[in-house]
């Protein structure tokens, strides 16, 4: 099974907006990441946040972890039509001594000009 | 630096076929692994290795073998191929299952 799952599976905003996308996990985590992907290519790592960290910045990207709740959020803000993408985010479980990522079905964001 | 590199980018085999999926990289990362990435779906992990001659069974490892002699090249075979196996394949490289993953371009493979 999944541990990570994203939600809304689609999100569509105008240029400007700012899109907000929300991972939940199940079991306890080191460390998680976001990625995206662009069409037909492979994945870009975007940010990672640790298990002991609350919030994170990169740019415009806003992460923001609670491991009372396992989950996390993902912030783009003044978005851009080439932030059109899907985004993933991707966990490391404790049980498994962290060798290995699972990664959620993601979200398909759309941003229209 | 080329990064992670894979080939073939396309792939279409019979069911029954063998084949083998190359990925290399040149960042000296010691943590190699494999996804299948289906329509709709987040990546699934196949096998991965910490390290040269050391590799171990990720979600999904059934109908594909993996071997690691140098910390350059991660190859994936396909020993029998399914119609089952037609997904886009995905190698990925890093310093440690922990840390940045660096993805390969992708193979699509489509078993008939």
């Known amino acids: 099974s999944q541990q990570g799952e994203e939600d809304p599976q689609a999100l569509s905003i105008q240029e400007g907006e700012n899109a907000t996308m929300n991972c939940s996990y199940k079991?306890?985590?080191?460390?998680l990441q976001w990625y995206r992907q662009n069409s037909g290519r492979g994945l870009v790592h975007l940010i990672l946040i640790r298990s002991n960290e609350r919030e994170k910045h990169s740019g415009r990207l806003r992460v923001t972890l609670d491991t009372s709740k396992k989950s996390s959020s993902l912030l783009i803000t003044a978005s851009r039509a080439a932030d059109t993408a899907s985004y993933f985010c991707a966990t490391d479980a404790v049980e498994t001594s962290g060798s290995r990522l699972t990664f959620g079905e993601g979200t398909q964001l759309t941003v229209n000009p | 630096n080329a990064g992670v590199t894979q080939t073939p980018k396309f792939q279409v085999l019979k069911t029954g076929q063998s084949m083998t999926l190359q990925c290399a990289q040149d960042?000296?990362?010691?943590?190699m692994s494999w996804y299948r990435q289906d329509p709709g779906m987040g990546l699934r992990l196949i096998h991965y290795?910490?390290?040269?001659?050391?590799?171990d069974q990720g979600e999904v490892p059934n109908g594909y073998n993996v071997s690691r002699s140098t910390t350059e090249d991660f190859p994936l075979r396909l020993l029998s191929a399914a119609p089952s196996q037609t997904s886009v394949y995905f190698c990925?490289?890093?310093?440690?299952?922990?840390?940045?993953?660096?993805f390969g371009p992708g193979t699509r493979l489509t078993v008939l």
């Open positions: 990925a490289s890093s310093y440690g299952p922990l840390a940045e993953q660096f």
């Open positions: 960042m000296n990362h010691e943590y």
């Open positions: 079991t306890s985590i080191n460390n």
């Open positions: 290795s910490v390290g040269a001659g050391i590799t």
